[in-house]
């Protein structure tokens, strides 16, 4: 049974926040074989940390064609997205991103989002004096299997509770617990063995189901969240998995 009420609410990036898979923007001509790789360790049929750094040596970003990723990100946010963070946080609900991203891209969404910096988690990259690319960070837990689970366990003293995490992939499932529920959204895509195992799950292609489910039946106390919720699609779904 979920709690009456959440206190945090975390998002994933890609396909949740953002209708894009990252990686597989960045791809060009490897984008299929990219893709492939993605939906497999997103479906938990191979660990993340096997096509991980495999999928960077492939594509070698430059800082140019990330910083288009964050502009890509943000032209294609869910609808509803910054309205739904600002309703959360008007119903004194903390709102943060946590991202096998990379850092920079991700931070683009989160800026226009207005969710702070320190709120952020996502895998840095580096790049030479001209821009090239130069590797990642290496130790960052986002990077391997359970790397969410480990980043919120490092944020736990600083999250109010209860905590909900919602995305697309096993990765964000892998994060419950410390995360008191999952919420899994499919309005980009879905995936079934993620969708088997949500606490709730987010048919519509909007984010606005986030809050409804965070306040728990409960009452809206905010304008921004009454709102949201008032112009919400009649067939828009937030139902238990089945």
């Given at each position: 049974?979920?709690?009456?009420?959440?206190?945090?609410?975390?998002?994933?990036?890609d396909s949740t926040l953002s209708?894009?898979?990252?990686?597989?923007?960045?791809?060009?001509?490897?984008?299929?074989?990219?893709?492939?790789?993605?939906?497999?360790?997103?479906?938990?049929?191979?660990?993340?940390?096997?096509?991980?750094?495999?999928?960077?040596?492939?594509?070698?970003?430059?800082?140019?064609?990330?910083?288009?990723?964050?502009?890509?990100?943000?032209?294609?946010?869910?609808?509803?997205?910054?309205?739904?963070?600002?309703?959360?946080?008007a119903e004194g609900i903390a709102?943060?991103?946590?991202?096998?991203?990379?850092?920079?891209?991700?931070?683009?969404?989160?800026?226009?989002?207005?969710?702070?910096?320190?709120?952020?988690?996502?895998?840095?990259?580096?790049?030479?004096?001209?821009?090239?690319?130069?590797?990642?960070?290496?130790?960052?837990?986002?990077?391997?299997?359970?790397?969410?689970?480990?980043?919120?366990?490092?944020?736990?003293?600083?999250?109010?509770?209860?905590?909900?995490?919602?995305?697309?992939?096993?990765?964000?499932?892998?994060?419950?617990?410390?995360?008191?529920?999952?919420?899994?959204?499919?309005g980009v895509v879905a995936r079934?063995?993620?969708?088997?195992?949500?606490?709730?799950?987010?048919?519509?292609?909007?984010?606005?189901?986030?809050?409804?489910?965070?306040?728990?039946?409960?009452?809206?106390?905010?304008?921004?969240?009454?709102?949201?919720?008032?112009?919400?699609?009649?067939?828009?779904?937030?139902?238990?998995?089945?």
């Amino acid at each position: 049974m979920l709690p009456a009420r959440f206190a945090t609410v975390i998002f994933d990036c890609d396909s949740t926040l953002s209708a894009v898979e990252g990686i597989d923007e960045l791809a060009g001509p490897h984008r299929e074989a990219i893709a492939a790789l993605t939906d497999a360790a997103m479906r938990g049929e191979v660990r993340l940390e096997e096509v991980y750094g495999r999928r960077l040596d492939i594509v070698r970003p430059s800082r140019e064609r990330i910083e288009a990723l964050g502009r890509l990100y943000v032209q294609r946010m869910l609808p509803d997205a910054r309205a739904t963070i600002d309703a959360l946080r008007a119903e004194g609900i903390a709102v943060r991103i946590v991202s096998g991203g990379l850092r920079p891209a991700v931070l683009a969404v989160a800026r226009a989002l207005g969710v702070p910096d320190d709120d952020v988690a996502a895998v840095d990259v580096r790049f030479d004096e001209r821009g090239a690319y130069a590797g990642w960070d290496e130790g960052c837990p986002l990077a391997y299997s359970l790397g969410k689970r480990t980043q919120l366990e490092r944020w736990n003293g600083d999250l109010p509770r209860p905590v909900m995490i919602v995305g697309d992939g096993i990765t964000d499932l892998e994060a419950r617990p410390p995360a008191d529920a999952f919420v899994a959204f499919t309005g980009v895509v879905a995936r079934a063995p993620v969708v088997a195992a949500a606490d709730a799950v987010i048919r519509e292609r909007s984010l606005a189901g986030v809050v409804s489910v965070a306040l728990g039946g409960t009452r809206p106390r905010s304008a921004e969240a009454r709102a949201l919720l008032t112009r919400r699609s009649p067939d828009g779904s937030t139902e238990p998995p089945g």
